[in-house]
Each structure stands twice: as C-alpha cells, then as structure tokens.
C-alpha cells in the first residue's frame, strides 16, 4: 500500500512511518517542512496522489477557542482532496472519552473532527487513545512552581506513543473499520498518583499536591479517559516504560 502520513514527522508520525515502511508498504511523510498546508491546501494534491490511504495526525496549533477552526478547515480539505485523489481509506488519530469532557474546547474540538471524518466521502476509522507517556512531564509542568506540582485526581491510563504508532499501522493497513477503535494502557491512575510515581523517578524533591481544580485535566470527571468496553488493553506499563 502507498500511505500518506500528514503529520509524519511528529512524534506518532515518524513512528507510524517507520512501521508502515518496515511492513512493505510506501508510507511517505507529509509536514509543513515537506511543503503542505492543510489550511490553505497547498500541497495535498501531490500528497495524496496515488495513496491508497492517508493518515491524518496533524495537530491544533494551541488547544484554545482557535482549534475547531483548525480541525474543521483541516478535514474539509483532506478529504476533499482524498476524494479528488481517489484515496480509499482515510485514519485519524482521537482521544478516548473526548466527548465526555465537554468543558475543554480542544475535546471539544476533536469529537468535531471525528464527526466530519464520519459524514465525508471516504471510507474511513478512527483510532481513540489515551494519554501519552511521554506527555506527563508536560502536563506536571502546567502547574508547578520550584516547589510543589498541583495535580487533580482525575483518572487516566496512559500508553506508551510506540503503542499509539502501532495501533495507528495495524488500522491504516486493514479494512476500514466505518467506526472507532479505542486503545489504552494497561493502569488506572489517579493523575496526582502519577505526578509522585514521575517525581520519585526523575528523583525530583518537588511536592505533589492534589488540587481538583489545577490545569486543563481538571475539567474530565469520572472515568471519562480511562478504557471503556471493548477497549484494547496495550501491554507497556507506565513503570516499565519509566525504568526504560
């Protein structure tokens, strides 16, 4: 298969790439550097010409109000051109439980992008995940000062992003699902929880402290993003990853 990866350059990206190509299959990275913009077009055309499937992992350039817009202008030209370019299978990449944090305009924003992926033209599958590994020391360093991170207890499970580039392969060269696939790690954590397992890791004296209200994963309650049924279990725990 010949693949267009947009965004294959980023972390997931230059992942799913190595993968697909590691598989026999031509899967061709497509960034800004490479001379694509999916806002104003340029370039996909001579991107998604003669693809047999075009992954879309690019991403909001913040997480504020302007991120439908992204999403929305994003979407409408890929699959315009995917429809042009005669592509037969288009994949991205969404958050597990999205739609069940409605507070937080980039979920918000992503549940957009999957119902007009869903209502396009092509065949299509969404793949859902949690958080990122490689994402936590980012998030504690939302809320922290020189002596304390303030964390919320909100669950999470987060999964290694070499898991996530997986996932993302093994959908791309299969059947399109016309439907979501959703993936997680293997533990549940309160977020505070794993602030203090990451702290202790990087042997940092910094304090955890629990505050319900602090950064943007405050606003998901419950067990908005952990697993729901039919969730595939990935096998990287975050304390194997740590050690790693």
């Not at 794993?194 to 943007?216: N, P, Q, S």
């Amino acid at each position: 298969m010949k693949i267009a990866v947009i965004g294959g350059t980023g972390l997931i990206g230059s992942q799913v790439v190595k993968i697909l190509n590691a598989g026999g299959h031509e899967a061709v990275p497509h960034s800004p550097s490479s001379g694509l913009d999916l806002i104003s077009g340029a370039g996909l055309a001579e991107a998604l010409a003669g693809a047999d499937a075009v992954v879309n992992l690019s991403n909001s350039p913040t997480f504020d109000d302007a991120s439908p817009a992204f999403f929305r202008t994003s979407m409408d030209n890929m699959l315009a051109a995917a429809k042009t370019a005669g592509v037969g299978h288009a994949v991205i990449l969404s958050i597990v439980g999205a739609e069940l944090v409605p507070d937080l305009v980039y979920y918000r924003a992503k549940v957009l992008q999957e119902d007009i992926l869903k209502a396009g033209p092509i065949p299509y599958s969404v793949v859902r995940v949690t958080q990122f590994f490689e994402f936590v020391d980012a998030v504690l360093s939302w809320t922290a000062d020189e002596n304390t991170v303030r964390l919320p207890a909100t669950l999470v499970q987060p999964m290694a992003s070499a898991e996530v580039a997986q996932a993302v392969a093994d959908v791309t060269v299969g059947s399109p699902l016309l439907g979501t696939r959703n993936y997680a790690g293997p533990d549940v954590f309160p977020l505070d929880e794993l602030g203090r397992i990451t702290l202790a890791a990087h042997d940092d004296k910094r304090t955890v402290v629990t505050d319900d209200t602090a950064g943007m994963f405050a606003a998901a309650k419950g067990d908005a993003l952990i697993a729901k049924e039919g969730t595939v279990i990935v096998k990287t725990s975050y304390r194997e990853w740590l050690a790693r």
